[in-house]
């Protein structure tokens, strides 16, 4: 059975017609209600109806129809805009009645939506149970196999759910919509100017478009809330307020935080410390001590995009937290406001603790940081941090070293300076080569690695979000690897392990199967072998 088709619908005005007496329908009438339908209940005249589908009707909220169902009920009874057709029908007497069936046969002929109680085979839609905070709604789907067990999936995921995060969500997308009416009325402004300089050209109208041209600031700002969204731990993003979009809006336009940090800080006169920490792969559990005490001590986070909101969470409520707005094009002016920040806090007398995916100096400018700070007259404090370059083979049951395969481990990056391509390795048969931001360029690196004398059945693995519960690996080969990631899609983090290692403890076989794949992660305590590490698909021949 193919998975359903999850849209959210806007329902308003539309018509819905429930069919049946029961407490089902009183709560299908509720619900349309809810989603602003108009519900037309059709039941006969002496059917007995629950106290609140009765009070419903006196109010004048749900039309009874005293009546059996008709056939031309599903093209009558509906909008005039619709030529009279129902938006969707709910019949709740269940699928062992023929009328059911006939009801069923008729709305798919007519292409009406149709939900028949407890029988999915008659059912072109089923409901979700939902989990409802303002604008946000979650819903959970078991597609008809068990409407309980959806409730309970639903509750579970509710109460892992920080509180007043519907808030969030409304505040979050006035503040996309008012990204949206500024470049908006900027336009406009400029189009104006255009109409009005018709009588002669501008001293500047032959100047050079720049890269921070309109354009380019808007898509930059859409970028950076989009990266608010997707990177801040959800307990954060329910905190934030009206205030904090203010802030958060003032700080992109300056691309300067140094005013809101002075502010923040309150002009307090002692040393300030600067600490340079290694999250490690992304699981709590590896983090040092050291490092865990750090971050408790901060007032000031400066932290890499991709260090998961499971390590942020340990952030304590007082401290600020800055996530890098690092996307392609932004990349080195985001890492300078980053210092700036950072040396900001220092001088207002801060615990500024700089967070690092992995290892600070394993390809993570570390050394640069620790050399600008210094420069300045601080001296960082550097935590190690487990790189995720050996840690991620571990958990994908990949030893970067076995006796009689590998007697060799190469760490390369595959982002040189300025976005450029570093030039690869040369191929050697007994070596784990590992590369590290590099699958955004996969396609060119393969390429590359072919005319280093890589064979295109070298075994090799897509490691993402090593050490988090949506862990995944991909094992295949180099011929295959470009279309794994392309039909796969990708995770970030991620990178790239070659060589005879990746086979070593695996089953997975290059000969008849094109890759496998392995999803989640079980736990420091629970790392498994081939299959048992997560859950194997298969993608055969």
Same mark, same amino acid.
């Given at each position: 059975m193919s998975p359903a088709l999850l849209a959210a619908v806007d329902s308003t005005s539309h018509v819905h017609l429930i069919i049946g007496s029961n407490p089902l329908a009183g709560a299908r009438c509720a619900r349309s209600l809810e989603v602003g339908a108009k519900p037309i209940l059709i039941a006969p005249e002496d059917a007995t109806l629950h106290y609140g589908l009765v009070q419903r009707i006196d109010d004048g909220e749900v039309q009874w129809l005293q009546r059996s169902f008709k056939e031309d009920d599903l093209t009558t009874l509906g909008r005039p805009e619709v030529d009279g057709a129902v938006d969707a029908v709910f019949v709740t007497a269940g699928g062992k009645q023929s009328l059911s069936t006939r009801i069923s046969s008729l709305c798919r002929r007519l292409r009406i939506p149709i939900n028949v109680a407890d029988a999915p085979h008659l059912c072109s839609f089923t409901l979700l149970s939902t989990h409802s905070d303002g604008p946000l709604q979650v819903g959970v789907t078991t597609s008809g196999k068990g409407c309980k067990l959806a409730a309970r999936i639903r509750r579970e995921i509710a109460a892992s759910l920080p509180p007043h995060l519907g808030d969030?969500? *409304?505040?979050?997308?006035?503040?996309?919509?008012?990204?949206?009416?500024?470049?908006?009325?900027?336009?406009?402004?400029?189009?104006?100017?255009?109409?009005?300089?018709?009588?002669? $050209?501008?001293?500047?109208?032959?100047?050079?478009?720049?890269?921070?041209?309109?354009?380019?600031a808007r898509g930059r700002r859409v970028r950076w809330l989009s990266q608010i969204c997707e990177y801040w731990p959800l307990r954060r993003l329910a905190a934030i307020s009206d205030a904090d979009v203010d802030i958060l809006l003032r700080d992109y336009s300056s691309f300067n935080a140094s005013k809101a940090n002075h502010t923040a800080v309150g002009g307090r006169n002692r040393a300030g410390r600067i600490l340079l920490v290694g999250s490690g792969p992304g699981n709590p559990g590896l983090l040092t001590r050291a490092a865990h005490k750090a971050i408790l001590s901060a007032d000031l986070i400066l932290a890499d995009k991709l260090v998961p909101s499971a390590i942020l969470d340990l952030v304590p409520r007082r401290a600020t937290v800055h996530i890098a707005r690092k996307f392609p094009g932004n990349a080195d002016k985001a890492q300078e406001e980053l210092l700036d920040m950072g040396l900001n806090g220092l001088k207002a007398g801060k615990v500024v603790v700089r967070i690092k995916q992995g290892d600070p100096y394993i390809y993570g400018r570390g050394g640069e940081e620790y050399d600008f700070f210094r420069s300045h007259g601080y001296t960082p404090i550097v935590h190690p941090g487990i790189t995720s370059a050996l840690s991620a083979p571990l958990f994908a049951a990949i030893p970067a070293t076995h006796r009689s395969v590998a007697d060799q481990v190469l760490i390369c990056t595959g982002t040189g300076r300025k976005g450029a391509a570093p030039e690869p390795p040369e191929y050697v048969p007994s070596r784990t080569v590992i590369f590290l931001m590099a699958l955004h360029r996969l396609s060119s690196l393969v390429e590359s690695l072919h005319s280093k004398g890589y064979p295109s059945s070298t075994p090799c693995a897509v490691l993402e979000r090593a050490s988090c519960p949506d862990q995944r690996v991909i094992r295949t080969t180099l011929e295959n690897v470009c279309a794994a990631?392309? *039909?796969?899609?990708?995770?970030?983090?991620?990178?790239?392990?070659?060589?005879?290692?990746?086979?070593?403890?695996?089953?997975?076989?290059?000969?008849? $199967?094109?890759?496998?794949?392995? *999803?989640g992660f079980n736990g420091l305590d629970s790392i498994g072998i081939d299959g048992e590490l997560g859950i194997a698909r298969d993608l055969i021949d």
């Open positions: 969030a969500v *409304e505040r979050l997308g006035a503040m996309r919509r008012r990204i949206w009416e500024e470049d908006h009325a900027a336009e406009l402004s400029q189009d104006l100017e255009a109409e009005e300089e018709d009588i002669g $050209q501008p001293a500047t109208f032959n100047k050079l478009v720049a890269a921070e041209s309109m354009e380019a990631l392309e *039909e796969e899609g990708s995770r970030p983090p991620g990178l790239l392990v070659l060589g005879d290692a990746c086979t070593v403890l695996s089953r997975y076989s290059r000969y008849s $199967q094109k890759w496998v794949v392995e *999803e």
